[in-house]
């Protein structure tokens, strides 16, 4: 099993439509979490952190369900340049603070 | 603005050839990484170093090494380049941990190396 688990997608989300997804990880020692986005052919770049308490950036919603052990993204109002791959990140301080990236999820806007 | 460099962003090169792929960060994180990818699919670690002079193995073996002689150079060298060692390279920092809890890694933007 993966530490951290994706749906691979594609999520094909109309313009102006919500879309949320989930990421599973593995180890419940699991510290910081978050969110980065990939577009094809580029490097990640980091969209947020997640916070215990739930947070929030313009459109982006990120929460994190310790008991179960997921954090979900969520888009609201989507942008045709929200089309890229999501990664779910995982940190754990007994690995050394080293980041666990998921597969990522693809999400296509489409007009 | 990237603080984090990475040289060439594409390469091209014949089988047998030993090739330096560059990596500079100017933010003086003592942590950096580097990852392969392939198209579509995931991230591999390959390579991390916690400082000067420590290096160690990710989780994905490589047939490549690296050097941290400087804190803001993470160099990684391919002795014999190979057709299977075509792939997209990215390079990585972080100063970990801080006032707000673990910071993420600012990633350079890759070199795509092709072996023919």
């Known amino acids: 099993r993966k530490e951290v688990e994706q749906d691979p997608g594609p999520f094909n989300v109309p313009e102006g439509a919500t879309v949320a997804f989930n990421c599973t990880y593995s180890n419940s020692a699991s510290q910081s979490f978050f969110w980065y986005r990939q577009d094809c052919r580029k490097e990640p770049k980091l969209l947020m952190s997640?916070?215990?308490s739930g947070n929030e950036d313009g459109r982006f919603t990120a929460q994190l369900n310790r008991a179960s052990q997921y954090i979900s993204l969520l888009i609201r109002d989507s942008k045709l340049s929200d089309s890229a791959t999501y990664l779910c990140?995982?940190?754990?301080?007994?690995?050394?603070?080293?980041?666990?990236f998921g597969g990522g999820t693809r999400v296509l806007v489409k007009p | 603005e990237a603080d984090i460099y990475q040289t060439p962003r594409y390469l091209v090169i014949g089988t047998g050839k030993k090739i330096t792929l560059e990596c500079s960060q100017t933010?003086?994180?003592?942590?950096m990484y580097w990852y392969q990818q392939d198209p579509g699919m995931e991230l591999h670690l390959i390579h991390y170093s916690y400082g000067v002079n420590s290096t160690e193995k990710g989780d994905l073996s490589s047939e490549s090494t690296v050097s941290r002689i400087r804190t803001e150079h993470f160099p990684l060298t391919l002795e014999s380049a190979r057709p299977s060692h075509t792939s997209q390279y990215l390079c990585?920092?972080?100063?970990?941990?801080?006032?707000?809890?673990?910071?993420?890694?600012?990633f350079g933007s890759g070199t795509r190396l092709t072996v023919v």
């Open positions: 990140v995982v940190n754990q301080k007994a690995a050394g603070n080293k980041l666990t």
């Open positions: 933010m003086g994180h003592d942590k």
């Open positions: 997640v916070y215990s």
């Open positions: 990585a920092s972080t100063p970990g941990t801080g006032g707000f809890g673990y910071y993420g890694y600012t």
